[in-house]
């Protein structure tokens, strides 16, 4: 076998440090070998799970889904607003509740078949289908009868709104009508699959047929499935059978499946990637200052934040949350700790989603904290019992926890002890509120405040802080059914500044996406869910690229 | 000898059953499940989720199942990656690892023997210091740093190797010499104590009396009553090394199996967990049985019991 | 080939340790390597007296700052000075460090020196249960511990000293079943002594050598257990440190902040080394056939 010999040599020459100089002197990189041959190379974060659109889940999954297929609508790669997809246009009834798609006819899966409604249909079906338990399946529930059919319900479908019109036309009635329906058809979850394909290798309403293959799958994306090796790689190849391939200037994605952020910058660094999917956190500053032509920073539609759990003392009491909540330095902390340009976050719901800017904010006032602490029995932190402030492992978490306690302890007085679990314990102790103080964090599915401001209602399933109001709930209810965008606003705005005086939680700050990209990616936009449609994407090189960094 | 291999594979059955059901067990009381995550579903979906991969029965029926199942050879379908079976993900990434773990055991007996011996025959001389030194240097530092001491070197200033993956010959060299440095410290020390301890018989001062040259007295008289504790350590030294190590593996991006065996537990994916268990205990066992030959071979006094 | 010589003139083992104590002292490395570790421990332990040091005090505002007049060692992300997180690090690794080996040597020598000397059926049983404790998954382990008793210092010892026994149990074993073959311990079986008297006389000083040198090796393996432990929780809790989790943390920001890296990673190492040293002369000195040299 050659390479073993040639390994073995390696590895002795490496090992006595000597004579390897002949092999010196500037190497090609992956970068420039994939300019030019038009292939992205990109850090994917971690393996996906599942290349299902109905099975998968992640932001990882459908950022990899979104190159091999295609929903009704797609995304304008600048501010991601719905543009023609698979659908070339669409009517909307004047009470909004009625959306009929017209498909265009040139639509094509990859094994030549045409896109008709009726695959949208019965992809809607299998996603609602309740033996198939996909995850995601709630993002179909502003459709008609869709949570009844989920839920085991109602069992003949035909009474979901969905309704095939003609092959290529295909009618979508909501429950209410929602401003944000096209946005939604952007996930995964409203994305079409081949039911034919998936039957073939297993059964199509369940978990576990192994149709994401590479060679097996079909899809009617830009994109093609090429090879998929777990751990090391996957790569997609432009379609030639997608309908708007004369916009898709790529060649060949190669996602790379880098989970640790340092070998993911040193890969960026050796000229391996085009794009990273983050930046370690040391290493923030010194690119912003160094290398502006390849640091890359935007908002991200996430929230950082710590749930209290209300329902035992003494948190149950609302003066101190609110206390606890006030007394935190944001701007020392964004400025000093979590340091990658976060937005301190004085309410929940990111400013400026899909139109919506919280009005009540938090103070930053140290003596009204005070105040409240001593109003709720606690003079400068007298007779406080001790805490815990429990967060999953990671430096990050660590990090904010630390200056938390120490903010804490020197403002208010209060002794709060520092618990890490490892990540699946630590899911379990806050869902099963077995904690007192526990750190969360909340990245949009979709932009509009309904993506935030819902999980806080009465018993839901991300609430997790035993907190329970009636206001609140209907207020969110009466947004769902506001006759006007503005009204719906406005309900929101009431909804969150009762969040806001009820604290069960205590926002920290508002995400912001860093990752280094190479300039010679064009087309790239930051956008708000870091979406960024592949069929615009281009590589193009100029002379004066630089090539790595010292 | 036929006889103690026939016996030791015989007892191979109960003791992967043992691990199997501890295992189980163990993994069940665990808190947290495969399927919680931030954002949390509905308690419907959740169910169907359960049902399919039969968490819903009750633990002793699932535990009879696996068994069954098991006893066909079959590990199951990965609970974290839904598309594959454990079987499929350990057979695809297992090659990869025993090639970079054998290389590495390569570089560490290799550098390890050398050391030690050199130290052994000029005891407590700068012969002996700096072998040992550099030897120890692997343990002193662990493979998080010096993995990304070797890049900076190699990769970003000398540019002579890729920053990471695992598709070219020389992809291989680095990520070997960091997971055998570790091991190379190890060696190095039980050869230099094993050595000195079979130097200072009578039979070798005899044999040196005799004027047999000090390559004769290593080779042929020290060397297999001094690596006993070596060949001891050795077995379960490579069936940690073939089965990758979660660090060099995102170190260097190579799709082994150390990630499997690490993440599997904090994924509770238990599937993947029980089929990393039983793969180590299989190899452990087929190790230390190959060990406890070895030793035989060297010590021939020992003879099979 | 000669057989290998029996040790029969252990007549006392008082002169036996002191003449140990006297080589050892003749060992330069080995001595250095002693004080190294004692001005070390001592250091650490008196940390807490110590006016000014503090590892939980933060300064946001100054963050990561190299070594300098008032910080030695720099200081860390949160402006915490590196040196005294230091020093309260080496208690927590030494004492695991200490107290986690000694456990593993402990357990480990005495399995394997039962299972090697009684041998037969018990052998094979023991041997085939310390393969099924190899296999068994650590973290799901320590996580059960974690849940059933709760985070517990004495626990993280036993958690560590019961995975990290197996090597050393596996070793002495091999030794001791060598040892056995040799005339002069089938000698004194001939000669009717009692197993506790051959145990204690002629197998535990002719294994003693490489249980010294394989628990200096133990050492690093604990102390980076530790840090792993820490991660599931169940080690030290922040804001505390050990040097584990420094090394940890340093090694994730060392291109930007070397010093965060540098220090306890060299703390770390320059133990490890006076560790080995001290072990390697601890053996020489109780060798001893060498000594007759």
Redesign the interface.
Known sequence: MKPVAQISAWLLAAGVAGGLTTSCGPRETRVEWANRHQILLKGSGSEPKDLDPHVATGVTEHHIIMALLEGLVAEDPVDLHPVPGVAERWDISPDGKVYTFHLRANAKWSNGDPVTARDFFETYKRILTPTLASEYAYMHFVVKNAEAYNAGKLTDFAQVGYRVVDDHTLEITLENATPYFLPLLNHMSWFPVHLPTIAKYGPAYQRGSKWTRAGRFVGNGPFTLEKWRVNDVIIVKKSPTYWDQATVRLNEIRFYPIEDNNSEERAFRAGQLHVTETLPLAKIETYRRNRPDVFSFGPYLGTYFYRFNTTKPPLNDKRVRRALAIAIDRESLAANVTRGGQTPAYHFTPPGTAGYDCRTKLPADIAEARRLLAEAGYPNGKGFPRMELLFNTSEGHKAIAEALQQMWKRQLNIEVELVNEEWKVFLDSTQSLNYQIARGSWIADYVDPNSFLDMWLTGGGNNETGWANKEYDALIAAAASAPGPQQRLEFFQQAEALLLDEMPIIPIYFYTRVCLKRPELKGWHSTLLDNHPYKHVYLETTATTTNGHQ | MLRLITKRLF?TI??LF??AT??FF??K?????PF???????????A??EA?YGLDKPVWQQYLDYLGHLAQGDLG?SF?????SVNE?LW??FPVSLELGL?AL??AL??GLIAGIIAALR??TWGD?VP??FA?FG????T??TG?LL??V???W???F?????EQ??D???P??TLGLYYT??VA??T???M????????IR??RAKGASEWRVVWR?SLR?GL??V???I??AI?GLVTGSLVV?????I??LG?FF?M?????DYTM?MG???F??VL??VM?LL?DIV?VWL?P??RF? | MSPPQPITEVEAGHSLWQDAWLRLRKNKMAVAGAIFVLVLALASLTAPFMPGLSYSNQNLALGATAPSAAHWFGTDDLGRDQLSRLLYGGRVSLSVGLAATLVSVLIGVLFGMISGYIGGRLDALAMRFVDILYALPFTIFVILLMVIYGRNIYLLFIAIGAVEWLDMARIVRGQVLALKKQEFVEAARALGLRKRRIILRHMIPNVLGIVIVFSTLIVPRVMLTEAFLSFLGFGVQAPQASWGTLIQDGARSWEEFPWLLFFPAGCFSLTLFSLNFLGDGLRDALDVRASKD
């Open positions: 007892e109960p003791v043992i691990v501890l295992t163990m993994m009381r665990a808190p947290g499940g919680d995550s931030e954002k949390q579903t509905t308690p419907e979906i959740r169907q989720i399919q379908p974290k990656y839904a598309g594959w993900l695809s990434a290389y390569a570089f290799t550098f005891k407590n210091y040992m030194s120890t343990i002193c530092l662990p998080f740093v990304p890049l900076l190699f990769a970003s000398l540019t002579w890729n920053a990471s993956g695992w010959p020389r291989r060299v680095l070997a010499i410290a190890y020390r039980l230099r104590g094993g000195l301890e079979i130097l200072s018989q009578d039979f005899t044999a008289h009553g006993l504790s060949v001891s350590f077995g379960p069936s593996e995102s170190i260097y991006q799709p082994g990630k690490v599997a537990g904090f994924n509770r967990v990393t268990v039983l180590y205990a452990i066992i230390n060990v030793q010590n006094k020992l019991e």
